[in-house]
């Protein structure tokens, strides 16, 4: 590795320090508040402060922390684990006042005392619940706890939990799976954290590894105004917290499924009616009904003491076993492919979580979690016959295993481990220390694959007459390297102050992230038999003729040993470093204060530093008021900058080492067994057409000198308005904004006017090659044209370049209506008009697809033209409803409702014969039939409704039984979510054109079984 890297990071380190060092400089008590991103803040006041302390006492666990209320009465205990508390005002040994409490991650609870009584002995209880509304944060999101994801109709995953929240929609490119896009981001460009350790796709920052669903304890969206300690995202944050155990004991267990019998039947494909193609337009292409999906969940968890009031533990595990089978051809296949027709999987998720909690002392507070995630999916193809719509038991393939892999959309597994500190130091002064490691492995296996067999490729046309050829490798083509895993490091330490009229916090934290990557041939390398039509003459890469090679050489037959790989070891360390003040300016008003210095720094496979990107500031503001002074009227508002890091999978395709070589050599004989050749004679050495060697390029021209990050502003203002206790309104208007972003630029033609301009001799260069750069913006690269010069500086100004700048901003006014849990009952309904308008999306995109990061927006100045308009992911109106009543002691219904106005149209075809050039990409353009097609102008999608209801009964002779049932698509509503939008195939209008792409899922019912003791 270069030294460099090492001296950036010990200055950051040392300046980060510097700064939290400052912070504790002085000591006073103070009335602000502040809450770290796994744990939550209680804070009230003591109307008769002499004499009185105020003891917090977790009801789950027994653990207490006793605080001094300052002289004007206000008392704040920060970073406590979420959960049920009970405060007390003590007097000399004697309770005088109770309260209950529940707090939840992020957020603030108040709990406030009133004079002190008459009587000694007197005591007043009060039966609290969640604050109505939190005027201690200024962030936008919404808090999920583990009684209401219980409750709620929703699928047990994290990601349709987060499509409850207003702004959030599902992402528009099935292949990075069900990755959510919140406020217009892209769905690479959210944070996820379990107990305050990131989970985010270590890979590709798509999606995250999960836990056991009835693991979570809570589970916060911050859809937008997150404060400073919170970074790598301008999409959104998930939050999640797990449960813990008490000093209780608890067993429980529960038994789901959702059988393919009540599954609503899905919707056959047909051809479109394109007006060019008679002999398909409006037949069928592809039935579905014949497509079947049974999932079936088993779960058990344990909770209690190990010591009591000291040592606790929370174990869950869960496994989700889905078997499916689905048409893999169109209606016009041939027969061959009808012999594998058919597909049947099996997957089988396996998920653990385990908590240990140890109070050392009543300050000082130790926390261990494990998180297990595993993947395992086998499949294999099978015959299928159209005529009788049934298939056959007579293997097409051998099939294959996969685990954790393959490709965007996988789930990314992980095997976690965090180590948590908290130190109450003094009632001002609180430390939090984290570290936790990650690692998760990906592999795909064939069935019947022997990986110490070579593949063996020949034809009737290239062997000796008399000579078996045998071919024992089943498997062609290239597999994942067996050795493709992902690691993580994370450090952090935060402190948390109060000063005055100040709640100090600031931290440092630190993630250090390495793949392994990449492919290679089946069996590690290809015999590949050839026949020269004249043995005299060297072949090219060889140094001897076949006749001189002896052997078979003699009669033109020779052989190549093929080498073909991509196996990268991408690393990439991400450090940060904040300070936030919480400052009540007065008793009404808070302001957060915030400031984020981050360094993103992507290497090579070698260590070579090919993105460093450095002193990236994003100032923080935030503003609370409580305009009536009793927490009935919030009004809030913030302002902030964002950065997100490129994800290390971008090095793997960029600048990792690349092997394609062939060895040729003549032979006298071939292994009947292995069909490997005997008698071996090398007439030349490995050669390469394209000079892949196994080397990594150049680490300087992969990338822009001076690369800027991809970042974003946002400014959001709103208000919440609590009218009763049981009935709260609020709006918000949100304006996100993208300054920058990172693509890859692929166009030759700008370098070789710069070459042309300044006389560069070209003959040699072997071409562009591509690089990251910011579109939009002047960039210099780094080439070596191989003139015998080296590598020069290439300075190319936008206009050169010729693509704009990138533009996406999303514009939302969110409305809604909630009614808290009371009576019985929950409910809420969110309204959000919004508009996300552009020329690329992110580091993702819908239309071209493509790797993160690389996507083929910015690959040459045409793909731009008429690329302005309404983006992928803009829906207009998005209504969602959600809530649950208990409508008798032993009955419960919930119900979750989306309405959702459909996404714009494209047509993408053919550059116009005036703009068309060597090489360009056919059909990927905002053209059609020659005419301009800007992005979004052919139209809406239909709007898409689904209803999801659900009933729980939980009978009372038979204590700690539920049972459930859960509809979901009630109406079996297949609305298109999207469509083919290439226009061309070749010069002709494609057979797809306008194809449904995607539905929503039909209807499906889970039926489940809880048993808690």
């Known amino acids: 590795m270069h030294q460099s890297r090492f001296k950036l990071r010990n200055s950051a380190i040392r300046q980060a320090t510097a700064i939290l060092i400052g912070l504790t400089v002085a000591a006073s008590s103070g009335q602000a508040w502040a ?56 007097r000399g040994g004697t309770v005088q006042s109770t309260q209950e409490v529940e707090a939840v991650v992020g957020s603030g609870s108040e709990v406030n005392f009133g004079a002190a009584p008459a009587g000694q002995g007197e005591t007043v209880v009060v039966r609290g619940s969640r604050t109505v509304i939190d005027v201690s944060n200024t962030n936008n999101g919404v808090v999920f706890t583990a009684k209401e994801l219980k409750a709620l109709p929703v699928a047990n995953d994290v990601a ?5 929240t207003p702004g959030v929609a599902r992402g528009t490119n099935s292949q990075y799976g069900n990755a959510p896009s919140i406020g217009g981001s892209g769905q690479s460009e959210n944070a996820f954290y379990v107990n305050g350790f990131p989970i985010t796709n270590i890979l590709t920052q798509v999606g995250a590894s999960e836990l056991p669903f009835g693991a979570i304890s809570n589970l916060q969206v911050l859809s937008g105004g997150y404060g400073s300690e919170f970074g790598r995202s301008t999409g959104g944050v998930v939050n999640i917290t797990t449960k813990s155990g008490g000093n ?43 497509n079947s999906t049974t999932t079936k969940v088993a779960g058990l968890y344990a909770s209690g003491p190990i010591i009591k009031n000291k040592l606790f533990a929370f174990v869950a595990a869960e496994r989700t076993r889905t078997d499916s089978g689905s048409l893999g051809v169109s209606s016009d296949a041939n027969a061959k492919s009808l012999l594998s027709g058919w597909n049947e999987s099996g997957s089988q998720v396996d998920r653990i979580l385990a908590k240990i909690d140890f109070n050392l002392t009543e300050d000082h507070h130790f926390e261990y979690t494990k998180l297990y995630d595993r993947t395992t999916n086998h499949s294999q193809a099978f015959g299928y016959d159209f005529a009788t719509h049934s298939h056959n038991n007579v293997p097409g393939n051998a099939g294959e295993t996969t685990v954790n892999c393959c490709g965007a959309a996988a789930a990314p597994g992980a095997n976690i481990n965090i180590f948590k500190y908290t130190g109450y130091l003094t009632d001002n002064l609180t430390v939090t220390a984290l570290y936790g490691n990650s690692r998760t492995s990906h592999t795909r296996t064939p069935g019947g694959y022997d990986p110490s067999l070579p593949q063996i490729s020949s034809s009737i046309t ?48 630190r993630i250090d992230v390495e793949s392994m990557v990449g492919f290679s041939l089946a069996g590690g390398y290809r015999w590949s038999y050839r026949k020269a039509s004249d043995p005299t003459r060297t072949i090219n890469g060889a140094t001897e003729t076949p006749a001189q090679g002896g052997g078979y050489g003699a009669r033109g037959y020779y052989v ?66 409580d305009y009536l002074g009793d927490g009935t009227l919030k009004l809030f508002a913030n302002a902030g900058r964002y950065h997100l890091p490129v994800p290390s999978n971008l090095s793997s395709n960029m600048a990792a080492p690349f092997t394609s070589t062939s060895e040729f050599f003549t ?75 990172n693509d890859d630029s692929c166009d030759q033609r700008p370098i070789d006017a710069w070459a042309a301009r300044n ?92 790797d993160v990061g690389l996507t083929i927006s910015d690959d040459h100045k045409e793909l731009m033209y008429n690329a302005y308009g309404y983006l992928p992911g803009d829906h207009r109106h998005s209504i969602k409803a959600y809530g649950f009543m208990q409508v008798l002691p032993e009955l419960t219904v919930g119900a979750n409702l ?54 729980a009964y939980a009978p009372r002779y038979f204590k700690g039984l539920n049972v459930k049932v859960d509809v979901f698509n009630v109406f079996d509503r297949t609305t298109t979510t999207r469509l083919n939008e290439t226009y061309n195939d070749g010069a002709d209008i494609a057979r797809t054109y306008q194809q449904v792409a995607a539905r929503r899922t039909p209807r499906s019912v889970r039926l489940t079984a809880e048993y808690e003791f």
């Open 667 to 741: 032979y006298s004989g071939v292994d009947p067994v292995t069909g490997a050749p005997t008698g071996l004679h090398a007439i030349g050495k490995p050669y390469s057409a394209n000079n892949a060697y196994g080397q990594s390029r150049d680490a300087r021209e992969v990338t822009a000198i001076g690369l800027k990050p991809l970042s974003q502003d946002e400014f959001s203002l709103g208000f919440e308005k609590a009218f009763t206790k049981r009935l709260v309104a609020g709006a918000s208007v949100l304006y996100r904004r993208m300054n920058d972003t």
């Open 35 to 90: 809450q770290s991103n796994a744990t939550t803040t209680i804070f009230g006041e003591v109307k008769s402060p002499a004499g009185a302390t105020v003891v917090l006492q977790n009801l789950a666990t027994g653990t207490q922390r006793t605080l001094t209320p300052d002289a004007s009465g206000r008392y704040v205990a920060n970073s406590m684990p979420p959960g049920r508390y009970v405060a007390r005002v003590v």
């Open 560 to 625: 190549s040993k093929d080498i073909y790989s991509n196996l990268a070891r991408p690393t990439s360390e991400q450090s940060a470093q904040y300070v936030q003040d919480h400052y009540q300016v007065t008793q009404r008003v808070l302001l957060d204060l915030g400031l984020r210095r981050e360094q993103f720094t992507n290497y090579t496979s070698s260590g070579d530093a090919f993105i460093s990107q450095r002193n990236m500031i994003a100032p923080r503001l935030g503003a609370t008021w």
């Open 248 to 290: 209780n004991f608890e067993f429980g267990g529960k038994v789901a499924t959702i059988p393919n019998s009540l599954r609503g039947t899905p919707v056959s494909t047909y051809y479109p009616n394109t007006g060019a193609h008679p002999d398909t337009d409006g037949k069928l292409l592809s039935t579905n009904t014949d």
């Open 160 to 164: 349709s939990v987060v499509q409850l």
């Open 759 to 850: 006389s560069v001799d070209t003959r040699s260069w072997g071409g562009f090659q591509c690089a990251i750069i910011n579109p939009g913006r002047d960039n210099s690269l780094w080439i070596d044209f191989a003139d015998g010069k080296g590598l020069r500086r290439v300075d190319i100004t936008a206009a050169q370049w010729g693509d704009p700048k990138p533009e996406r901003t999303y514009r939302a006014l969110n409305l809604f209506v909630e009614h808290p849990l009371s009576n019985g009952w929950y409910g809420k309904i969110t309204y959000t008009l919004s508009a996300l308008k552009g020329n690329m999306e992110g580091q993702t995109d819908t239309i071209g697809g493509g």
């Open 462 to 509: 290239v062997q000796v007459p008399g000579v078996t050829y045998a071919n024992p490798q089943t498997v062609s083509g290239n597999l994942v390297d067996p050795a493709s895993a992902d690691r993580q490091k994370g450090k952090r330490l935060d402190l948390e102050y109060h000063l005055g009229d100040h709640a100090l916090r600031g931290g440092i934290d």
């Open 898 to 951: 989306q309405l959702l106005s459909g996404s714009p149209r494209n047509c993408i075809g053919n550059l116009p014969d005036s703009l068309r050039f060597d090489n360009d990409y056919g059909s990927a353009y905002f053209y059609c039939n020659g005419v301009a097609t800007p992005r979004g102008s052919q139209g809406r999608l239909p709007w898409q409704a689904q209803l999801d209801l659900n009933l």
